[in-house]
């Protein structure tokens, strides 16, 4: 863990404080590897029992409760003091314009199911893109299932490819079919 990587945290966390977004832990993490998957770097993702989960990220938010930056109350996490990393204008317009682009596909549908669901449907996306250059709705719901099994019902996984299908068009420079 870093002070950029706590930067981004804090950036991101007053960009959603100003949606009034009651942020948790897997907001948190789909949000950020949403963000990264849009050209925001800053924390590596990976499978996990609920979609892709950066280990970093979970010391960093660590890190920031224990310095009484943030305080997580087991529902939301919230902003203590984040006087120590100032500001970042261009950044956080950034981060707002990316959220308001994941409220969309998501129709601000927080849900932890929904957001285990989208996080999942994009990692696969992104695997299946680093070894073709189309996605079908039929390889992420081979590569979905082989990871969830029939926790989703097809129907769920298909709905919330074409919701991110429509909101990125496209993925990687990958024709998203």
Not at 89 to 94: D, G, H, Q, V
């Amino acid at each position: 863990m870093d002070d950029q990587q706590k930067q981004l945290v804090a950036d991101i966390l007053r960009v959603l404080d100003s949606h009034k977004i009651h942020t948790t832990k897997i907001f948190l993490h789909k949000f950020i590897y949403f963000l990264t998957m849009q050209g925001i770097p800053g924390f590596r993702f990976e499978p996990y029992t609920y979609g892709p989960y950066s280990f970093n990220l979970a010391s960093t938010i660590g890190s920031m409760i224990f310095w009484d930056e943030i305080k997580d109350d087991g529902k939301n996490i919230q902003i203590l003091d984040l006087n120590n990393y100032p500001k970042n204008n261009e950044l956080e317009k950034n981060i707002n314009n990316k959220y308001i682009l994941f409220d969309k596909i998501l129709d601000a549908d927080f849900s932890f199911k929904n957001l285990e669901c989208f996080g999942t449907v994009l990692y696969c996306m992104d695997v299946i893109s680093n070894s073709s250059n189309k996605i079908s709705k039929k390889e992420v719901i081979d590569e979905f299932k082989q990871w969830k099994h029939d926790r989703y019902k097809d129907d769920d996984i298909i709905t919330m490819y074409y919701k991110i299908k429509n909101g990125l068009h496209e993925l990687n420079s990958v024709t998203i079919e």
